[in-house]
Structure formats: C-alpha cells, structure tokens
C-alpha cells in the first residue's frame, strides 16, 4: 500500500505534465488559426476598398452621390464630406463647393473603390477646364466697362471676347512687327485672331487667352464704337 502511494506521487507530475504538453499544440493551433481567419478577413477589406482614379462625363449629380460616364462604363460616386473639390478658373487653382459640380463637367475623380459595392467613394476631384478654342474676325464691338469685345467670324457668327487679367494681348503691323498692346488699342474694324477658353453655360463666349491685333486691314472707314466709360483697374494695357 505505500510503495503504491509512493508510485503515485511520483507519477502524478508527470502524467499532468505529459497532458498539458498534448493540449499546448492543440491551444495554439487554434490561435494560430484565428490570426489566419483574422489576416483573411483584413485582406478582403482591403481587396474590396482600393485607390482609384477615374476621368469621364459627371451624368448625374445629387448632394451625396454622382454617376461619371466613362469611356467603359458608368460608375457610381459617394461625395463625402470633407470631400475636395477644385478647377482652374482664369489660370488659378479654385476651391469649390458640391454645388458647383454640374452635369455635364469633365472631371478626375480620386478616391476609394468598393469592389462589393461597385462604389467609388471620392476623396478629391478635379473639374477639367474646356479645352481651348481658336477664332478669327473682325472686331465689330467693344465695351470697355466690362471689359469684352465683340469679334465677327467671315462665317457671319458673333462672339463675345472677355478680356482677363491673364489675357496677353500683341499687335502686329508691317513696321514694327510684333509688339505688346493692351485692352485700349482694340478698335472696331481691327483684324484679331483670338485663343480663349469657352464660358461656361454662356453661349458664343470666351474667356480669352491670347489675342493677336492686326489692326484694320480692309481699308475701310472704322465703325462708331459702342464705347463707355473705362473703369479704374484695366486687366491688360
């Protein structure tokens, strides 16, 4: 009876021993296999939100979401609140509003694509300035209160010039050849050959980049201008 006893109280601590030895692989197998599940589980998140930038046509546009036509398809946007928003207007970069995206606006679009929901979740876009437009005319009107000139195309169409701060304006006659002129020296019968950017929502105007004077060329008597006062600050002289 007590070489039994005396058995067993050396042998106990091994037999736990030898159990929990068995039971340790088992506990971190099953750890091991959460961190996998977890690991798994991250990077489908991040399958499904992935950086992304689009460029195409705004289709529709609410206060929360939009829809771009792109050249393959149309892909939903989130605006997000703290969601940027910029275009250059007049050569400098602008901040702007949700409100101040239109349809119609060709825009670059940043931010988060959720592959399971087939949403782009914009962080920043970029509205597209229009692309420049090149006119040539004769100057039939000019209004210096407001700063516009009004060229006619041989074709017959009228547009409306805005003269900017950022308009550079040069003359050319046979003598001198090329010089810098302003915004005064554009007379009424004056030859010009205008590069400027369509005004948005304003049809037949631009918003002009670089005018070329090459004064009256036909000869013919100048028209009476429409001419008013001349404010205090002129964009270009």
Known sequence: MLFSLFSLFFLFPFAVAQASSEATPSTNQKQLNDLKDRLATKVAELRQLQRKAISGTVKT?????????????DIKIELLDDIAIAQVIKGTRTKLTIDKLEKGDQVVVFGEFDATLDLLRAKAIFIESALPQRIAGTVVETKKTDYTITVK??????????????????????????????????????????????????????????ILDLGNLTGRPIPTEQVTQKSATTPSQ
């Open 61 to 73: 546009v609410s206060a929360s979401t939009a829809t771009i036509e792109t050249a393959t398809k």
């Open 153 to 210: 195309t041989p074709e017959g169409k009228q547009y409306t010039v805005d003269i900017e701060t950022i308009t550079k304006i040069s003359a050319w006659t046979s003598d001198k050849g090329m010089t810098k002129a302003g915004f005064s020296k554009l007379t009424s019968g004056d030859s010009v050959h205008v590069i400027g950017t369509p005004v948005a929502k304003k049809e037949d105007r631009l918003s002009a980049l670089r």
